[in-house]
Every structure is written in structure tokens, then in C-alpha cells.
């Protein structure tokens, strides 16, 4: 299984590193992005041209790469416009499910 994680991006703020992820994936799931834990919220954005939820875990990282993580779907259950999300930071890592195209961006 691929496991995707989020890199430093170029934006710096208090001195800190930001980290973004963003990509689009149709009718499928995505490749799980495994966070690293930074201590803040995580927001996640998605804009479907169908519908589309988001799934998260608070497995380890281990878990999550070889495919037994637990992963618990958001509350807003299947969406189907643009919609912003913020995550607790004990979160480790995030999937879209979508049906149709959807374009997701993570962020810490």
C-alpha cells in the first residue's frame, strides 16, 4: 500500500514549518496520508464535482502502511459541495472517498 505524507511547504509562521498535501482522486479511495504529529490542527478541505467524505485514524504509523489501521468516517458523512473540516492533531493519517472527481487539500 502507498502512504503518502505531507511535506513542508515554502510558508513559515512563529518560526514553524506549515505542511500541505492536495490531489484529486475519482471514484476510488485515495492512498492514505499519514500526518506528522506537529501539535496543531489539521484542515481539510474538499471540493467535489460528486460527492465525497473523508476517513481518519488514529492508528500508528506501521498500521496505517501495512493496511490494518482502524479508520472512522467524518461526521458530515457523504458531502457534496466544498466543504472545510478542522481535525484534532491526534489524528496520524487521512483517505478520501469520493464518487466522481474531487479535488482534497490537507494543511497543518
Not at 475519482?26 to 481539510?44: E, F, K, M, N, W
Given at each position: 500500500?502507498?502512504?503518502?505524507?505531507?511535506?513542508?511547504?515554502?510558508?513559515?509562521?512563529?518560526?514553524?514549518?506549515?505542511?500541505?498535501?492536495?490531489?484529486?482522486?475519482?471514484?476510488?479511495?485515495s492512498d492514505?496520508?499519514?500526518?506528522?504529529?506537529?501539535?496543531?490542527?489539521?484542515?481539510?478541505?474538499?471540493?467535489?464535482?460528486?460527492?465525497?467524505?473523508?476517513?481518519?485514524?488514529?492508528?500508528?504509523?506501521?498500521?496505517?502502511?501495512?493496511?490494518?489501521?482502524?479508520?472512522?468516517?467524518?461526521?458530515?458523512?457523504?458531502?457534496?459541495?466544498?466543504?472545510?473540516?478542522?481535525?484534532?492533531?491526534?489524528?496520524?493519517?487521512?483517505?478520501?472517498?469520493?464518487?466522481?472527481?474531487?479535488?482534497?487539500?490537507?494543511?497543518?
Amino acid at each position: 500500500m502507498n502512504v503518502n505524507t505531507m511535506n513542508p511547504n515554502s510558508s513559515r509562521r512563529h518560526g514553524a514549518h506549515r505542511h500541505s498535501f492536495s490531489e484529486d482522486v475519482v471514484d476510488s479511495t485515495s492512498d492514505p496520508v499519514y500526518l506528522h504529529q506537529t501539535g496543531r490542527s489539521i484542515a481539510v478541505a474538499v471540493v467535489p464535482e460528486g460527492t465525497a467524505s473523508v476517513e481518519f485514524s488514529i492508528s500508528a504509523e506501521e498500521y496505517v502502511a501495512d493496511g490494518t489501521a482502524t479508520w472512522f468516517k467524518w461526521e458530515l458523512g457523504d458531502v457534496s459541495e466544498e466543504t472545510v473540516v478542522a481535525f484534532l492533531p491526534s489524528v496520524t493519517a487521512l483517505r478520501l472517498v469520493s464518487a466522481g472527481r474531487t479535488n482534497w487539500e490537507i494543511s497543518t
